[in-house]
């Protein structure tokens, strides 16, 4: 089911854990299977210089988490306004389809903590907040 690339950041996850120093954290859901991500960033000079995952969910889940974080550290601000889930699936190999919905909550919980980050600078985040897809609604969780 889950190739050899996506087995490793499930069986060995990179950046997991809480960051107490966090500059913004986002939480996503998705009532249907379960799956909660919490998403940890540390922003300095508008880089994110860290980025941390606690994850409940399944393989997938705690994979696209992992492979998320090692993804966006380094981003500036506004590279990382850019990141897609697409990239998450391609970076790990793939996903089967009835689990491209984990790599949409990765997506999710870093702009989530990037709204948050707007909020306490005073940027707008209208924007930004229209991408998240609520998942709590959705009839299938097979978007992305």
């Known amino acids: 089911m889950y190739n050899e690339k996506v087995m490793d950041h499930f069986m060995n996850p990179r950046n997991v854990g809480e960051m107490k120093d966090a500059t913004c954290v ?5 009532a ?7 998403m940890y960033l540390k922003i300095e000079n508008d880089v994110i210089t860290d ?3 606690k994850t409940f969910g399944c393989a997938a889940a705690i994979a696209t988490s992992s492979m998320a974080t090692e993804l966006i550290k380094g981003k500036t601000i ?3 306004l850019t990141f897609t889930n697409k990239a998450v699936v391609e970076e790990l190999g793939g996903l089967p389809p ?3 919905h984990c790599s949409v909550l990765a997506e999710e919980a870093i702009k989530t903590a990037l709204v948050e ?3 306490e600078i005073g940027r707008d985040y209208a924007e930004l907040e229209a991408q998240i897809h609520s998942c709590e609604d ?3 969780c097979s978007h992305g």
């Open 26 to 30: 986002g939480e996503v859901g998705n």
């Open 32 to 38: 249907k299977c379960g799956d909660i991500m919490r």
């Open 51 to 53: 980025a941390m995952f």
């Open 78 to 80: 506004d590279e990382a």
């Open 98 to 100: 009835a689990k491209i």
């Open 117 to 119: 980050y707007f909020k």
């Open 138 to 140: 959705c009839e299938s």
